[in-house]
């Protein structure tokens, strides 16, 4: 079991930036994947970015690619999105989840995880 924390969301104007937390309760962050994913009204939850349980395997949305970089400190229990470049269509609540599976190349749907955040908002202004 495993409960997640996020935080660092809010208002920003576009071209601006924005680093998430995601801080994970127990002992055995280490052993998840972890992921962040999204949500906007009206719109399905789709897959922003994941990282393997070393944190040595990106994967992004070709949406955010090279403008958004996830990270992990496993020392820490926590899990980073940076978000730089920020556009309105980024605007959406923010979740991050844990997968107990392993790394794979179905890690960006959100069937394979088990554990989720409450979301954090992300607001961002034209």
Do not use: H
Not at 7 to 23: F, H, K, N
Not at 82 to 110: H, I, W
């Amino acid at each position: 079991q495993v409960q997640l924390v996020e935080s660092g969301g809010g208002l920003v104007q576009a071209g601006g930036s924005l680093r998430l937390s995601c801080a994970a309760s127990g002992r055995t962050f280490s052993s998840y994947v972890m992921g962040w994913f999204r949500q906007a009204p009206g719109k399905e939850r789709e897959f922003v970015a994941t990282i393997s349980r070393s944190g040595g395997i990106t994967n992004y949305a070709d949406s955010v690619k090279g403008r958004f970089t996830i990270s992990r400190d496993n020392a820490k229990n926590t899990v980073y999105l940076q978000m730089n470049s920020l556009k309105p269509e980024d605007t959406a609540v923010y979740y991050c989840a844990a997968s107990s599976r392993g790394y794979s190349s179905g890690s960006f749907n959100p069937v394979m995880y088990n554990y989720w955040g409450q979301g954090t908002q992300v607001t961002v202004s034209s």
